[in-house]
């Protein structure tokens, strides 16, 4: 499926906002909707920016091929033209365990809990005599 422009724009009040334009497939956008994200300081020293992606926060600014085959060539993988993609952000599912959590914390498709766990395992059956 093809690739379309977005905008995000959501409102942070005293922190500020975030405006971004990013280029997703629509199916991702429907995945992606809902969840958590943590931008971190963002905005600034401690402004600390999490929330859960809003539909009526992203808009479908284009469709069109063209457009959208210059923007994936100018952002060299069609991904964020400017700001913050959501995509990048929003939390992704623990293959073992299903929880939610902060995409940098994902280890081999896993939450950082459940890939202690496997390491634990794996050093086990790697050295199964050494006790
Ligand atoms: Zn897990």
Not at 100 to 117: F, H, Q, T
Not at 121 to 130: K, T
């Amino acid at each position: 499926m093809a690739y379309n422009l977005y905008r995000w724009y959501a409102d942070f009040f005293r922190n500020g906002k975030i405006d971004s334009l990013f280029l997703a497939k629509p199916h991702e956008i429907e995945n992606a909707v809902g969840k958590k994200y943590n931008l971190g300081e963002v905005l600034g020293k401690h402004s600390n920016i999490y929330g859960t992606l809003k539909r009526e926060e992203i808009t479908l600014i284009s469709e069109n091929p063209i457009v959208v085959d210059e923007l994936c060539r100018a952002s060299n993988m069609c991904n964020t033209i400017s700001g913050y993609n959501p995509m990048d952000y929003v939390y992704k599912e623990c293959e073992n365990c299903g929880n939610e959590v902060d995409p940098d914390e994902i280890l081999m498709g896993m939450c950082s809990a459940c890939y202690d766990e496997w390491c634990d395992e794996q050093e086990w059956e790697d050295d199964p005599i050494d006790d």
